[in-house]
């Protein structure tokens, strides 16, 4: 157990729980980036300069010219084996036959993530490296909760320089169950040897606070980012506006 302080608020907490994109990563710094990157390569792929932009765009609520993301669209909250199938759609409603399509989205997410696209832009969300050093000096464990897949969050972390304070990740393709069902939680909380209730539960969407409630965690902190602050307080038991305020 180690001491953390919250709004100036103290706990005693064993293990901390953080969602990724937008809790550890910032979200619009970092996929913004990467769509657009992953949009453009699809469409030369695909041979549909032009045209597959919009539908992407729309299927996955975000604009990569204003960078403006839908807090409650697919990519702010789905998994990754749901916005791959979106985008395949896409492909497929601009005549591109399924199976092609998927060939095409497999490709270019290949050559996109494994290329280093991915990790050279990649963006820390502002205090979360610093928070993530005082809870190791501390004693406190630390968890990653994601959607995304353990691989491609393992990459992240290493990317921003946080693999080495992270006790364990579990992702989409880790549980039967993805947010905002407690699996993830639970799996956590078993693999570390810790009650659910001596833990807290860090995220910045309501399918991260919703977890953590249906969890039984002792505490759920909202982080402002893309959903309004009010819509934050009306389910986290705190809300914060960056990771500076978890002292």
Known sequence: MGTIYINGKEHDVALVIFDKDGT???????????????????????????????????????SVDTGKVDPFGPLA??????????????????????????????????????????????????????????????????????????????????????????????????VDKTKPDPEMVYKICNRLGIEPGKSILVGDMLVDILMGKNAGVMLTVGVCGLLPREILEEYADVVIPSLNEIR
């Open 77 to 174: 909250m789905g998994t990754f084996t749901e916005c791959d199938t979106l985008i395949s759609y896409c492909l497929y409603s601009s005549s591109v036959r399924w199976d092609r399509a998927r060939d095409i989205v497999h490709l270019t997410e290949k050559e996109i993530f494994a290329g280093g696209i991915r990790e050279h832009n990649v963006v820390a969300a502002d205090g979360s490296i610093a928070l993530l050093k005082r809870l190791r000096e501390r004693g406190i464990r630390i968890a990653v909760a994601t959607n995304d897949n353990v691989a491609d969050t393992t990459r992240d972390m290493e990317a921003i320089g946080a693999i080495s304070y992270i006790d364990l990740i579990i992702g989409a393709d880790s």
């Open 24 to 62: 550890l990563l910032d979200f619009g710094e970092t996929w913004i980036k990467v769509m657009r990157s992953l949009i453009d390569k699809l469409e030369r792929n695909a041979n549909k300069q032009g045209k597959l932009k919009p539908k992407i765009e729309a299927a996955l609520g975000i």
